[in-house]
């Protein structure tokens, strides 16, 4: 006696609708898919979104570390070392424009004794029309005063953003001012100036820019170091009570006497380099890039440490 042919799940499937037997070929365990990784061509699809996305997400974490970095307030600690650079600065571009104009950009203090000789003779002996020009740099001056204190006061004085952005405008203040006298567009001496206004555009672009490195050294408590100022250096430094103390023990003075200078000797250096060409173009494209090293010296300085 035959036995009873054996059934298996690939020859029939019971329906319980119908109670009929219907042929069927899945097997009883339907192992699971992954549309991810199981299919070559989903995995192909899928693979340049992934890395769109890991992409995207490194993007963001870099984004996030960077506005962090430069949201950060920075040390003032050592900070007096780029402010007697920029005395150096200051120097460098007061005589160079005054080889050029008879006018100073940063020490007001002449500026405002040509205005009383002008208004007293009607013109300077050396320099035609001198009053004139020394009234647009000391309301250049004034107008840069304004502005960069309000720059720091609303975006925090001592965050590196803040410190970055107004040294960076004034290096573009400088570099546009040689790019027109390059190209001839502003003159570069008061003697060649081919109508009366040019030397004047100079004048306030270089004096709306010098103010503000006194509204830096006022933010990072520097008073010591104007950096366009000589005359309350000197007065402070042949005052101070501790004068002829020992290098380590009196700062202050230190910084003084580095700030004189640094005023000097770049004064020297500009005269003698605008003297030797003649234009004021090179002089100030080598006062920009000085400008640009303190600029990304502040991207780069230390944090100040909290607590």
């Known amino acids: 006696m035959e036995p009873f042919p054996r059934l298996t799940v690939d ?42 996305w890991m992409l995207g997400a490194q993007l963001k974490k870099h984004g996030v570390r960077v506005k962090n970095h430069f949201d950060a307030e920075v040390s003032t600690d050592h900070a007096d070392v780029l ?40 013109q300077s002996i050396l320099e035609p029309r001198g009053w004139v020009k020394s009234v647009v740099s000391i309301a250049s001056f004034i107008l840069g005063s304004f502005f960069f204190s309000r720059l720091h006061r609303l975006f925090t004085p ?11 405008l004034q290096s573009i203040f400088v570099f546009v001012t040689a790019s027109l006298t390059r190209a001839d567009i502003l003159s570069g001496s008061a003697i060649r100036s081919k109508t009366d206004w040019e030397p004047e555009i100079s ?15 006022r933010v990072l408590s520097l008073s ?6 000589v005359t ?13 103390t020992g290098w380590n ?42 400008k640009i ?7 780069v300085w230390p944090e100040k440490i909290k607590g």
Not at 224 to 229: D, L, N, R, T, Y
Request: glycine fraction near 10%; include cysteine; charge should be neutral.
């Open 11 to 52: 020859d029939v499937m019971l329906t319980e609708s119908c109670g009929q037997h219907e042929p069927a070929n899945k097997p009883l365990i339907e192992e699971p898919t992954d549309t991810w990784a199981d299919t070559e061509r989903g995995d192909n699809a899928i693979r340049p979104l992934r890395g769109f």
């Open 83 to 122: 402010m007697l650079f920029c005395c150096l600065i200051s120097g460098f571009i007061d005589s160079t424009t005054y080889n050029a104009y008879g006018t100073f950009v940063s020490m007001q203090t002449g500026n405002t004794i040509f205005i009383g000789i002008g208004s007293s003779t009607g």
């Open 293 to 299: 090293m303190v600029t990304l010296a502040w991207v």
């Open 158 to 168: 001592l965050r590196r953003s803040t410190l970055v952005s107004s040294f960076l």
């Open 232 to 244: 309350s250096v000197l007065c402070d430094l042949a005052s101070d009570p501790q004068l002829v």
């Open 249 to 290: 023990s009196n700062i202050k003075r230190n910084r003084r006497t580095l700030a004189f200078l640094g005023i000097l000797v770049g004064a020297l250096a500009g005269g003698w380099l605008s003297a030797r060409t003649g234009r004021i173009q090179g002089p100030l494209q080598v006062s920009g890039g000085l």
């Open 224 to 229: 010591e170091i104007p950096s366009v100022v």
């Open 203 to 217: 004048i306030a672009l270089l004096s709306f820019q010098s103010a503000g490195q006194l509204v830096g050294s």
